[in-house]
């Protein structure tokens, strides 16, 4: 008898399994795409939270930059404390005295946003060199000294002299010179004659720029607490000499052990409780004082006078203190047969971002045989007299608001300055015999040290155009 097995029952059974074997991969399927999908949506609104943060932040830090640049539009430079003490977030940088940097970044979260933006004093405005000669004699332009470029405010009356046929003052020849004369005063001719080129402009009296003395102060009164000679600190109880005898090798201002003075500076140097020498007299170049971080000026503090004594050949010196230097003196400050600053010649408008700086609160004095010196900074003269050698040349910033400024000294001549200067009056209400004297605005050099010179409320500042950007 045959047997027979009902193939339909197998049937049946396999495709029951195949359909629960289908579903189970559908139903892992799907939850993966749910568990991806879920994760996607919360990986997705992570993202988005934080791009809005990102974004919140970086327009809370640019409306921050924008107030910060407005405040300082609106009242100057002075009002830098008030935004570091109340606006955590903003940082101001000084890149020179002409021009500044605002950044802002704000922290919402996990995001960080920040946002940039520059101000300046507003070039397109007149910046003036300054002859505060208020009253007196008239202020003469004559025996053959030139003046050409830029902008020239004298508190007085002007004359451009000239005898019969010869032209004595030379104004203008090389390039435009903009007078600006307090409302009253005049400048005679009023109509430039024989080759010069000159506008004249009558203003309200300019006032002289100020000074900001504390971190000056502060570095004095650092050097007047010295008690005794700790030369590994760069401190000193004078009188003090540095020559090849006492520093064989020189003297390094950025040596690692010299303390950085922090916060009051940014650099290091030596301290003198006293009067200090530095007598280059055996030595050439720049090896008695090496300055070799050029962001970070090498300062030399001391609370007394200052002689800077080097070596000649012919009444040419031939002993340089290099750039990036910064003299502090509570005393007086001279210069025989030294050359300060940088060697090379810097046409108008190329100011390097550092040069030196001398700051005293004596007299500033350099003898009338000097021949061929050479000085590059920028010096804030305090005392009762400023005056630069007979055939020298000065680059930079002079400002001495108490004295007056001797274009070459009683018998000197043929003294060359290029840059700004802002003086209480020249020397015998003129200047010297066949000066040259080149204004340029951009000699406003910018130092590492808080405080210096504050611009006068009639020169404004403008926020950049185009320079505002996220950081």
Not at 36 to 65: H, I, K, P
Not at 332 to 346: I, Q
Not at 380 to 405: D, E, I
């Amino acid at each position: 008898m045959k047997k027979y097995i009902l193939k339909s029952e197998f049937i049946t059974d396999e495709r029951g399994f195949a359909f629960t074997a289908t579903a189970t991969v559908i139903s892992v399927i799907l939850g993966l795409t749910l568990l991806f999908m879920a994760n996607t949506v919360g990986t997705e609104s992570v993202r988005v939270s934080e791009l809005y943060s990102g974004q919140g932040a970086y327009w809370e830090a640019m409306a921050e930059v924008q107030m910060a640049a407005d405040m300082i539009r609106t009242n100057g430079v002075g009002i830098l404390p008030t935004i570091t003490a109340n606006f955590p977030n903003i940082t101001v940088t000084s890149i020179d005295q002409n021009n500044i940097v605002i950044d802002s970044e704000v922290t919402i979260g996990s995001a960080r946003g920040g946002a940039q933006r520059a101000a300046s004093i507003n070039i397109t405005s007149p910046l003036y060199s300054i002859i505060q000669n208020v009253g007196g004699p008239p202020f003469d332009i004559t025996g053959f000294a030139r003046v050409d470029g830029g902008n020239l405010y004298i508190g007085n009356n002007v004359n451009v002299d000239r005898w019969w046929f010869f032209q004595l003052g030379l104004v203008g020849q090389s390039s435009l010179v903009n007078f600006f004369i307090p409302n009253g005063n005049s400048v005679n001719p009023a109509v430039p004659q024989g080759g010069n080129n000159y506008t004249v402009t009558n203003i309200p009296p300019l006032s002289m720029p100020g000074f900001d003395h504390t971190a000056y102060t502060n570095l004095l009164n650092i050097a007047g607490a010295i008690a005794a000679d700790n030369a590994v600190l760069g401190e000193y109880l004078g009188p003090e000499t540095l020559d090849i005898t006492s520093h064989p090798g020189g003297i390094d201002l950025q040596s690692p052990g010299y303390p950085s003075r922090q916060p009051l500076i940014n650099g290091t140097g030596i301290f003198v409780n006293g009067n200090l020498t530095i007598d280059g007299t055996s030595l050439t170049g720049t090896n008695i004082l090496d300055n070799n971080t050029f962001a970070s000026p090498g300062f030399i503090v001391v609370n007394g006078n200052v002689t800077l004594t080097g070596s000649w050949f012919l009444w040419i010196p031939i002993f340089e203190i290099p750039d990036n230097i910064i003299i502090i003196a509570s005393g007086n400050v001279t210069k025989n047969y030294v050359n300060f600053g940088e060697s090379a010649t810097y046409p108008l408008n190329t100011w390097p971002t550092f040069v030196n700086e001398i700051y005293t609160l004596g007299n500033l004095t350099t003898p009338n045989w000097t021949l061929g010196s050479r000085m590059f900074g920028q010096f804030n003269v305090f005392g009762a007299f400023a005056s630069v050698g007979w055939v020298s040349r000065t680059n930079g910033m002079l400002y001495s608001p108490n004295s007056p400024y001797n274009f070459g000294t009683l018998l000197g001549a043929f003294p060359r300055f290029d840059g700004t200067f802002y003086v209480q009056r020249a020397a015998s209400d003129q200047f010297a015999w066949f000066a040259d004297i080149n204004l340029d605005p951009n000699a406003l050099l910018g130092r590492g040290l808080g405080g210096g010179l504050t611009q006068p409320v009639t020169i404004p500042w403008i926020i950049l155009p185009g320079t505002i950007q996220e950081i």
